[in-house]
């Protein structure tokens, strides 16, 4: 990356982290705002103002990042918060969740959007329960780079010994994540800055990157699909002017793979095939579309498209079927999932009907075992379901394709989301 | 042609972009009537540049919607009017004063009188007149400490406020609009970006923006702390009068011309203002004195409809 272009050459690593009140994940978020300079003098004194009368006897870094009433007052995390910091290589944003199993839904949230996980494990406990639901979540929801931060190095003698014996009992327990393609362990004092961000003085033994150091440079670029082309169509643009007579634009966000002008394409669920005439933005045509990029696409001939229908290739089409078997996590805390239950399932730009044929299994996400016996989803139950729907899907496994492969359940009735899916 | 094509990477503030274009078509296509709410700020001019490539080469499918309290420095409007013959989009404004009028609310009395409460009334009245379901805001989550955890799809009630606690769960890019007779959405599609993410794409996109974002010599006084604009609509106090001078400041936000505070600065063009963020030791909205009433004020406000 050249000097001189600077901010318009960052990228962006979106990361998540999960962790309960004494792990010292707000501390650990606090660290790296405070040492990489990213905390606004006002939002310090405010910090040491409230620690004082606290009676804390450090700056508590972890009031930072605690932002809503109910949780200032009770000490905990309650929901999904989102934070931003950057550092000349790169752009992050974090979705902070809490980590105990009663947030499990926040935990899946937070997830659903994250490049990589950083999974705390304090030192003096080892790989606990809440640590195998961490990295069991973060492999649910494809994260492909996961870090693990044995924290609290101080309180263990910064013992090489004691760390070593924690890498050796997460990895028998990794080795049944799937979707974990790179698992990087670091030994950490979130108090004290040891690895956070400054190497630390107090673990020679240790040859590994800081925590920041390996944030700025991991290499995120293949999670994204640029293979299957799938293009949900979100809107039609008709500008109906007298410059524009005739114009019929399809607009959307490529899901995955690349639409070029001139490419062969399908359009679902017609079947039709036509060829890509151009792709339009405001600055002008452009030669190539991927995902991420939002555009807006004109067609060689004229058919009927309308927002929920997917333009792909000819010879790579997603599955165009009304059964899908998925992973769900349930969020509804009023609603429970008994069965042969109606809602409304949007994917993509899609939404549709759809009743649960059959619940086949939860999973006890503390020791990943199959639960048979008792098949009813409350709040946070994770498992596996069969659905139908009222029409056709155009889906990729989630494996495949986070953005085709993904739906939300939503009840009909209270228009609450209530359950989040991934497609298998 | 470098190799960068091929890696199919795209720099951040695309990426944002992209994102923000994505929220503003969801907006258009699940809802009725949606509005974009247009303060004349920086972040509500970006809002609308970002609309316009959204619906290209059609025109914006919902109208800008202003929310005026009185007491604007003079440069808000021309600038707004300008602004929305450029991108040809249709303007409504919604008046204080007429809430005001009608009695609907109650102007503050005593010096340090502000109408920035009154908007809230304003808006919802706005909003109800109109009949909007969705609401587009220009909100950022690194604002402020309560914004960390708000939605790009915010669902208030039918009294408008907002539950902190019954928000949506939002994941991947899917958006959960649907919602009962009379309640209604605020989005803010400019969630994820940052106060320079914002500056750094006005730089790269080369958008004209009011004239008040850049120093100036201006009669300025300071009350609590804070340096305001002498202007006709506000009463200085005897021991404030004693503060009243001459500076060369520029304004972060811009708001109601009675509460919004202006900063020391010599920046005078984008790049200058792009330096002095970088090096910035204070949140934008500590220019703000509305926010200094307590330190919850903003969730209190939110929770009572304030965007």
Redesign the interface.
């Known amino acids: 990356m050249s000097e001189e272009r600077g901010y318009l050459d960052m990228d962006l690593l979106r990361f998540t982290t999960a962790g309960s009140v004494d792990d010292g994940k707000s501390t650990l978020i606090g660290r790296l705002l405070y040492d990489s300079k990213n905390i606004f003098e006002d939002q310090l004194e405010a910090v040491e103002t409230s620690s004082k009368a606290r009676g804390d006897e450090h700056v508590n870094l972890a009031l930072l990042t605690d932002g809503l009433r109910a949780e200032r007052e009770q000490g905990i995390t309650i929901d999904v918060a989102y934070r931003y910091f950057a550092t000349p290589k790169r752009k992050f944003i974090i979705a902070d969740t809490p980590g105990h199993i009663q947030y499990t839904r926040n935990m899946v949230t937070g997830a659903s959007t994250a490049n990589l996980a950083i999974i705390l494990i304090d030192a003096r406990k080892g790989v606990i329960e809440q640590t195998c639901r961490h990295a069991f979540i973060a492999s649910l929801l494809r994260i492909q780079h996961v870090v693990i931060c044995v924290n609290k190095m101080d309180l263990v003698d910064w013992s090489q010994e004691r760390y070593d014996e924690i890498i050796a009992e997460f990895k028998q327990f990794a080795s049944r994540l799937d979707n974990v393609v790179e698992v990087t362990f670091i030994p950490i004092s979130a108090l004290e800055g040891d690895n956070v961000v400054d190497k630390s003085k107090n673990m020679d033994w240790y040859q590994g990157p800081t925590l920041m150091y390996h944030l700025e440079n991991v290499y995120v670029g293949p999670d994204a699909n640029h293979i299957d082309a799938r293009f949900p169509v979100q809107w039609v643009i008709r500008p109906m002017s007298n410059e524009w007579h005739d114009f019929r634009g399809y607009a959307g966000r490529v899901a995955g793979g690349v639409f070029k002008p001139g490419d062969d394409v399908v359009v679902l669920p017609s079947g039709f095939t036509t060829k890509v005439k151009a792709i339009h933005t405001l600055e002008g045509e452009i030669e190539e579309a991927f995902n991420p990029l939002s555009v807006t696409m004109t067609l060689e001939d004229e058919i009927d498209i309308s927002r929920g229908d997917m333009i792909a290739k000819p010879n790579n089409q997603p599955k165009v079927e009304q059964d899908v078997e998925a992973m769900i996590c349930w969020f509804s805390e009023k609603k429970k999932l008994k069965g042969r239950e109606k809602l409304i399932l949007r994917h993509t730009t899609k939404e549709v009907k759809a009743i649960v044929k059959d619940v086949r299994y939860k999973v006890n996400i503390n020791t990943l075992h199959k639960i048979e016996d008792d098949l009813e989803f409350g709040l946070n139950d994770i498992g596996r379901i069969s659905l139908r729907t009222s029409s056709p899907l155009f889906f990729d496994s989630y494996s495949r394709n986070r953005q085709t492969g993904s739906f939300v359940l939503i009840d009909e009735f209270t228009n609450e989301t209530v359950a989040a899916g991934m497609i298998i | 042609m470098e190799q960068k094509?091929k890696?199919?990477?795209?720099?951040?503030?695309?990426?944002?972009?992209?994102?923000a274009?994505?929220i503003l078509?969801?907006t258009?296509?699940q809802f009725e009537k949606p509005a974009l709410l247009f303060s004349g700020g920086k972040d509500s001019i970006v809002m609308a540049w970002l609309a316009?490539?959204?619906?290209?080469?059609?025109?914006l499918p919902f109208p800008l919607v202003h929310v005026d309290t009185g007491h604007n420095f003079p440069e808000t409007i021309t600038y707004r009017d300008d602004f929305v013959e450029q991108i040809k989009a249709n303007l409504v404004v919604g008046l204080v004063q007429e809430s005001i009028d009608q009695g609907r609310v109650q102007e503050e009395k005593g010096p340090k009188a502000s109408r920035n409460a009154l908007q809230t009334v304003t808006l919802l009245d706005t909003i109800e007149k109109h009949g909007y379901d969705a609401c587009l805001g220009g909100g950022r989550?690194?604002e402020e400490?309560?914004r960390?955890?708000e939605r790009f799809f915010s669902h208030r009630d039918e009294f408008g406020q907002w539950d902190?606690?019954n928000?949506?769960?939002?994941?991947?890019?899917?958006f959960?609009g649907?919602?009962?007779h009379g309640e209604h959405f605020r989005v803010f599609p400019l969630?994820?970006w940052?106060e320079?993410?914002v500056w750094?794409y006005i730089k790269?996109e080369e958008i004209p923006l009011p004239s008040l974002y850049f120093a100036s010599e201006r009669d300025v006084f300071t009350r609590d702390g804070v340096i305001l604009s002498q202007t006709d609509f506000i009463t200085m106090l005897p021991e404030e009068e004693a503060t009243a001078r001459k500076e060369v400041v520029r304004f972060r936000t811009i708001g109601d011309a009675t509460c919004t505070g202006a900063v020391l600065s010599n920046a005078a063009t984008i790049d200058d203002i792009i330096e002095e963020v970088a090096a910035?030791?204070?949140?934008e909205r500590?220019t703000r004195s509305d926010d200094k009433r307590s330190?919850?004020a903003m969730?209190d406000r939110k929770k009572q409809g304030y965007f």
């Open positions: 094509s890696s199919y990477q795209v720099n951040h503030l695309k990426q944002l972009e992209s994102e274009i994505y078509r969801e258009a296509a316009r490539k959204a619906f290209y080469p059609a025109k989550r690194d400490k309560a960390a955890k902190p606690k928000q949506r769960p939002e994941l991947w890019n899917i959960n649907r919602k009962q969630s994820n940052t320079m993410d750094q790269a910035a030791r204070q949140t500590g330190e919850t969730e």
